[in-house]
Every structure is written in C-alpha cells, then in structure tokens.
Nanobody, 124 residues
Framework: QVQLVESGGGLVQAGGSLRLSCAAS????????MGWFRQAPGKEREFVAV????????DYSDSVKGRFTVSRDNAKNTVYLQMNSLKSEDTAVYYC?????????????????WGQGTQVTVSS
C-alpha cells in the first residue's frame, strides 16, 4: 500500500506561483501514472493534471493548460505540480493520486490511492 503526502500549499495572491509536491512511501511509484485533482468548497473533485510513468506524456484540464506543469522525479518517488499565474478560481484542496497503470487517465476511477490533500488559496 502506497502512502501519498502532499505539501506546498498555502495562501498566494492572484498572479503568483506555488509548487506542490507529492511524496510517496511504502512502495515505488515509478511504474505508475500520477495525477493531480482538486476540490473546491461545494464542488465535485475535478481533474487537474496527469503524468505517465516516465514523464513522457502529460495531460491537463483546459482550465489549467498553459499555467500548470506536472513533473516527476522517480528517484525521489515524488511528483510535482508547478502552478503559475494563479487565479482565484484555482482555490481548492489539491490531491495527488497514483494510477492503477502506467498510462495516463483523467478519470478518478483510474487511480488507486489518494493523499490527504493540501489547501491552495488564491486571493484576488
């Protein structure tokens, strides 16, 4: 069983940047896709970004494309989400998740384990 711990969230002004990290323990994540999702108050959890097992393929939601970048360091068993040009609508709890397979997917059912989340608040 893999454990995922997100960090790097916080309060930032609109237009600013944050870098989220997701550290995995318990087993290696190097063979699996890794995803980022977010959930704002009163809303459904939504897909943000995903990266395949070796970082060669990524996908993003339309709302973050061009502003967010997902990356991974398999040697450190860690995945990152660089968030630039943040907007107030990016305010949410951000979760990372490990996929069932090495391939990318944007559907929550494609992910086996989830972290506890980290809060990102963007002030306008």
């Amino acid at each position: 069983q893999v454990q995922l711990v997100e960090s790097g969230g916080g309060l930032v002004q609109a237009g600013g940047s944050l870098r989220l990290s997701c550290a995995a323990s318990g087993r290696t994540i190097s063979s699996y896709a890794m995803g980022w999702f977010r959930q704002a108050p009163g809303k459904e959890r939504e897909f943000v970004a995903v990266i395949n097992w070796n970082g060669g393929n990524t996908d993003y939601s339309d709302s973050v494309k061009g502003r967010f970048t997902v990356s991974r360091d398999n040697a450190k068993n860690t995945v990152y989400l660089q968030m630039n040009s943040l907007k107030s609508e990016d305010t949410a709890v951000y979760y990372c998740a490990v996929g069932h397979t090495a391939a990318i997917t944007s559907h929550p059912s494609g992910f086996a384990s989830w972290g506890q989340g980290t809060q990102v608040t963007v002030s306008s």
